[in-house]
């Protein structure tokens, strides 16, 4: 190497990289959503979010967008792979897939879904600190950085009744959201959804990691949260649709180096 060789790279070069993906065809989209979608639930696994059969993470056909794909019922997140998901219609009948699907993931996820067609990603999970949070009467509060992620961009469920069997609550469920990215569900956990699997995902995991530094500071003493001046421009850095796609990209390589398995 020479000093003639060492000339700046283009940014646009670089970048080139992190750019969402392009696909010739609907197969070809509906392979990588169902990918992401695997590899998030190995992700939810290997943070602790699985608790028995609870949670569920979705991602919308390309194709057929009144159906979308869900893990199976009663298949370990940690073992679910691509050709284990469920595809399943604005009904609840499973049309592709070999197991039940959980009834409470229907009704939450395809009234999502329908109230939202910009979503193509919506996860929900019984996560420890998620839990602990709805259980009280706050909200995300702006106390670091990454919490500015949901500044004015979450809402709070009210409404426990019991399991989610009912489609009519599953709709107030998505009338909450409304264009939020996340919700409170009280008393039950989190649910977040995205424009992407990815973004979904990663809203899921920074979202659960955000309720426990909040319950970890409110803990520890008084706490001081970020001016809205500034929790609304870190907003605005981090909390659009592109910084969640990105910030699941290196969770992704991890685990697909780690667990080639769940491509089958």
């Known amino acids: 190497?020479?000093?003639?060789?060492?000339?700046?790279?283009?940014?646009?070069?670089?970048?080139?990289?992190?750019?969402?993906?392009?696909?010739?065809?609907?197969?070809?989209?509906?392979?990588?959503?169902?990918?992401?979608?695997?590899?998030?639930?190995?992700?939810?696994?290997?943070?602790?979010?699985?608790?028995?059969?609870?949670?569920?993470?979705?991602?919308?056909?390309?194709?057929?967008?009144?159906?979308?794909?869900?893990?199976?019922?009663?298949?370990?997140?940690?073992?679910t792979k691509v050709s284990d998901l469920l595809l399943v219609d604005s009904d609840g009948n499973v049309l592709k897939g070999?197991?039940?699907?959980?009834?409470?993931?229907?009704?939450?996820?395809?009234?999502?879904?329908?109230?939202?067609?910009?979503?193509?990603?919506?996860?929900?999970?019984?996560?420890?600190?998620?839990?602990?949070?709805?259980s009280t009467d706050q909200h995300i509060e702006p106390l670091t950085q990454?919490?500015?992620?949901?500044w004015e961009d979450h809402a709070v469920f009210e409404d426990?009744?019991?399991?989610?069997?009912?489609?009519?609550?599953?709709?107030?469920?998505?009338?909450?959201?409304?264009?939020?990215?996340?919700?409170?569900l009280r008393n039950h956990g989190l649910l977040t959804v995205g424009a992407s699997v990815e973004g979904a995902a990663w809203w899921f995991i920074t979202m659960e990691r955000t309720a426990q530094a909040q319950l970890l500071a409110k803990a520890a003493g008084t706490t001081h949260q970020i001016s809205p001046e500034n929790a609304k421009a870190t907003y605005a850095e981090l909390g659009h649709e592109y910084a969640g796609y990105i910030q699941f990209q290196p969770l992704f390589e991890e685990i697909a180096r780690d667990e080639p398995d769940l491509f089958d």
Request: hydrophobic share 40%.
């Open 160 to 184: 426990y009744t019991g399991l989610v069997n009912d489609l009519g609550e599953g709709r107030r469920i998505a009338e909450t959201l409304g264009q939020n990215k996340a919700v409170i």
């Open 1 to 79: 190497m020479t000093e003639a060789d060492l000339k700046p790279i283009p940014i646009e070069q670089l970048a080139e990289r992190l750019k969402p993906p392009t696909f010739p065809t609907p197969a070809h989209e509906r392979r990588h959503r169902k990918e992401r979608l695997a590899a998030a639930l190995r992700l939810f696994a290997r943070f602790g979010f699985e608790e028995g059969v609870a949670g569920h993470i979705t991602a919308r056909d390309p194709e057929f967008p009144h159906c979308f794909w869900v893990n199976p019922f009663g298949v370990p997140f940690r073992h």
């Open 98 to 134: 070999d197991h039940i699907v959980n009834k409470a993931a229907f009704v939450i996820h395809s009234s999502v879904h329908q109230a939202r067609p910009d979503v193509v990603g919506a996860a929900h999970a019984h996560s420890l600190h998620g839990k602990a949070l709805s």
């Open 146 to 150: 990454d919490a500015c992620a949901f």
